[in-house]
């Protein structure tokens, strides 16, 4: 039996360690001492990483791992990530033989230009690095507004039970940019309690899954009539479109607080 352990780092991050009881595949190791001591606690071995894009915070522990464990680094086609030892892309499939596992690749830039997601259709998992958060997106470092905006749709088209494993826990954060978005959204109040309930207790707000995201986060709304009226009613010139919606979405996120 496969689980997903939320391995906490640095303020707000969270690296994702894969595994059966004996064998781990960590997603995103942006420090190695506590995929380290996670490893000892449980008795693990690590079989494999897997990168989803370049920033520290996602590879800052991919060299003390590979000097401890000879394993396959997994990442996106750049040159960037010295590490890795397998560039992977869209549809690639990542075969992890002691987890049964396999996961396949999604090229989703926007955040950065090479970042990539990997998805578990039979595990229903998406591990989405910074591409999309609960009730919320990552922010375009590299990307355009079309490229991240197509990068979301893709993710939004997989199943709704999909359980997404994002990189941070901003949801409550998100959510509050959310509620003013869609003052009318019955499921983004309902999220709001839920997951304060859960950070109440110390407890993370990942994974969520496509249907709660497609219910609740804005920047997977921008086809719905009250996200455009009130997009609009900041600035009637904005376009009618999901696109223009997005970019002024996500514009207007970067000076909300
Ligand atoms: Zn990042
Ligand atoms: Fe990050």
Not at 8 to 34: K, M, R
Not at 115 to 130: K, N, P, R, V
Not at 188 to 202: F, T
């Amino acid at each position: 039996m496969l689980k997903v352990l939320a391995v906490p780092a640095f303020e707000d991050n969270y690296l994702w360690l894969i595994h059966n009881g004996e064998f781990a595949a960590v997603v995103d190791p942006g420090d190695a001492a506590p995929i380290l001591t996670a490893l000892d606690d449980m008795r693990l071995r690590l079989v494999a990483i897997l990168l989803t894009h370049h920033h520290s915070d996602h590879v800052g522990g991919v060299a003390e791992l590979k000097r401890r464990f000879k394993v396959p680094v997994y990442g996106p086609q750049e040159s960037r990530i010295a590490e890795i030892t397998i560039a992977v892309d869209q549809n690639d499939i990542v075969h992890l033989p002691e987890l049964c596992l396999e996961l396949i690749v999604l090229k989703v830039p926007g955040h950065t230009l090479t970042h990539i997601a990997y998805h578990s259709q039979t595990e229903h998992w998406l591990f989405c690095g910074d591409t999309l958060f609960g009730a919320g997106c990552g922010r375009l470092f590299e990307g355009t507004p079309s490229q991240m905006y197509e990068s979301l749709q893709k993710l939004a088209s997989l199943a709704d039970n999909t359980e997404v494993y994002c990189a941070h826990e901003y949801t409550l954060a998100n959510l509050k940019f959310a509620e003013a978005v869609e003052q009318g959204n019955a499921a983004v109040r309902e999220r709001i309690a839920n997951e304060q309930a859960k950070r109440s207790r110390n407890l993370p707000t990942v994974p969520s899954s496509i249907g709660l995201e497609k219910a609740t986060n804005p920047f997977l709304r921008c086809n719905e009539p009250e996200v455009q009226a009130r997009v609009r009613s900041l600035n009637p010139s904005y376009g009618n479109d999901g696109l223009a919606i997005f970019t002024a979405l996500r514009e207007w996120k970067n000076v909300f607080c």
